[in-house]
């Protein structure tokens, strides 16, 4: 990269964490892409969300004993405690 040339920095949604720098193209015609170490944390994780909703949409269904109700809510309590750790640690 040359001084004077603009980047493109992609950030995180949550807490503008820099998950990749891009530059315009070099004499050679290549895109210069730069990643962050560990790539994207939230495509990894995007499965426990998706459990968290399964989750608390079994607790919500009608006809459920309130065991079934309250162990939902203390797992769906965990997971959401879980998601929100991983969303801002990395």
């Avoid at 493109?8 to 170490?37: D, N």
Wanted: without cysteine; positive net charge; proline residues 8%.
């Amino acid at each position: 990269m040359r001084e004077g040339m603009q980047v493109t920095v992609s950030q995180t949604p949550l807490l503008g964490v820099v998950r990749r720098i891009s530059a315009p193209p070099t004499t050679l015609g290549e895109y210069p892409i730069f990643k962050a170490s560990g790539g994207n944390i939230y495509g990894s994780f995007s499965p426990l969300l998706g459990v968290l909703l399964v989750v608390a949409t079994l607790g919500l269904l009608p006809g459920r004993s309130p065991e079934m109700r309250v162990n939902t809510a203390v797992v769906g309590f965990l997971l959401a405690v879980v998601a929100l750790v991983v969303l801002i640690w990395f």
